[in-house]
């Protein structure tokens, strides 16, 4: 390991360090304390707006050398609107109940020990994120607030834009007492980085990643500690024989159109045989009239003239843009059997009136959450009314669907007796 290697592992290894140790302050800190940083650092945001806008601007004028897009940019760009907003998100998060201590269930034994399941947090969270500065805000709000110390590592889009925010939340958390360290933003780009705080499970609990799939697959590959992720969103609508096709084509539209970019669009598109004939064009071509190619099967090409034959990859693609699969099934286990083939377990939708065969759909999808007759752009932390996010999760263990502040949870069994002894 070169002189440079060993201080950027020291680095990394110090930053760990403290924020374990921040953490174990973190435990002592009330509910009132968190939400009075919260609320103090929303208004701090507020009040520091030039700063903000000042450090934005620079990652704006470098944005384009990193080859991003307009729409990418645009994702970047803050203004007085937006900071306010990222403020009002601090605020929001403080109005939410404050999960740790909260009692999950309780008992007391026949020897009259009290058995309770308590709250706790995760510890240190170590957190890999994509561009957007808000996401800096929302992933420490939602951690502090859970207990958790934090080590942010953002996207070097966004790195002056990160660091102003860090810098006023950090701030006030000196001034109102949060321990030091419970909230760090990781000061170099270095991608090697990254590899030095996954070897870091001594001292971090849990990694986050959220942006793109090699990102997510690295950190699924070199963590030592757990890790909360999805690869990506290969999300379904299922349209069932006895659905109103009004209905189906507003969520439809709504699922595919409304955000291309993000992890709950609509990627595939099922429909019974059944009603196909009088489906695929309602349906399809509303979603035409959007601009979107249609990738079909040998039915759907057949209804629709300017539909792509659909290949087996395309059944399985996240399209993030103007493309969407369509299949047509003969019946509801065909496209349970369809869907849990193609799924990335992501969200799953069905259009029905026949409530027998909705909870079949449901009982049946492998997935972290399935609508029923709603859009799949529903899977969100604030639509569930979790509040702020750290991102969705396809995982089965430990955290599943929006992560929000009892995701980012556990818990310990506290008993209490009164010289109980075991014989």
């Not at 950190?219 to 009004?246: R, W």
């Not at 065909?334 to 069905?350: D, G």
């Not at 409530?355 to 999808?365: E, K, L, N």
């Amino acid at each position: 390991m070169s002189a440079p290697d060993q201080d950027l592992a020291q680095y990394c290894r110090t930053v760990a360090e403290n924020a374990h140790k921040a953490s174990a302050k973190l435990q002592l800190v009330s509910g009132e304390l968190k939400n009075r940083w919260l609320n103090e650092s929303a208004q701090a945001l507020r009040a520091g707006v030039p700063a903000i806008l000042a450090a934005n601007a620079n990652d704006i004028e470098a944005a384009p050398g990193y080859g991003l897009t307009d729409a990418q940019i645009d994702r970047l760009v803050l203004n007085e609107e937006r900071i306010d907003g990222i403020a009002t998100a601090l605020e929001q998060i403080s109005m939410l109940p404050d999960p740790i201590g909260q009692t999950i269930e309780g008992s007391v034994r026949p020897n009259g020990l009290e058995i309770n399941k308590v709250r706790v947090p995760l510890g240190v969270v170590f957190f890999i994120y994509e561009s957007r500065p808000n996401v800096t805000a929302d992933a420490a709000a939602i951690c502090l607030k859970s207990g958790n110390a934090v080590i942010l590592r953002g996207g070097k889009e966004a790195a002056h834009s990160s660091r102003a925010i860090v810098d006023i939340l950090m701030k006030v958390a000196t001034a109102v007492g949060i321990p030091e360290n419970a909230v760090q933003l990781v000061s170099t780009t270095d991608r090697a980085a990254v590899g030095h705080f996954l070897t870091q499970d001594d001292y971090i609990d849990v990694a986050i990643p959220r942006g793109g799939e090699g990102l997510i697959r690295r950190v699924s590959a070199e963590a030592t500690m757990p890790v909360i992720k999805h690869f990506d969103g290969n999300c379904h609508v299922y349209i069932d024989q006895e659905a109103c096709l009004e209905m189906a084509t507003q969520i439809v539209v709504n699922s595919k159109c409304q955000r291309m970019g993000v992890c709950n669009a609509c990627e595939s598109l099922v429909v019974h045989r059944e009603i196909a004939a009088e489906a695929i064009p309602q349906v399809v071509g509303a979603l035409i009239e959007q601009g979107i190619t249609i990738h079909g099967d040998e039915l759907t090409c057949q209804l629709i003239e300017s539909a792509v034959p659909a290949t087996e990859e395309d059944f399985g693609t996240e399209y993030l843009g103007p493309g969407i699969s369509v299949k047509v099934v003969d019946d509801v286990d065909s496209a349970i059997e369809h869907i849990n083939r193609y799924s990335s377990h992501h969200t799953e939708a069905i259009v029905t009136s026949n409530i027998v065969t909705a909870r079949r759909f449901v009982a049946a999808i492998d997935s972290s959450a399935v609508m029923i007759n709603a859009s799949t752009r529903f899977n969100d932390g604030g639509e569930f009314g979790l509040g702020a996010e750290i991102g969705i999760s396809t995982d089965k263990f430990h955290a599943r669907g929006p992560c929000g502040l009892e995701e980012l949870t556990s818990y310990k069994y506290i008993v209490t007796g009164n010289g109980q002894i075991r014989g």
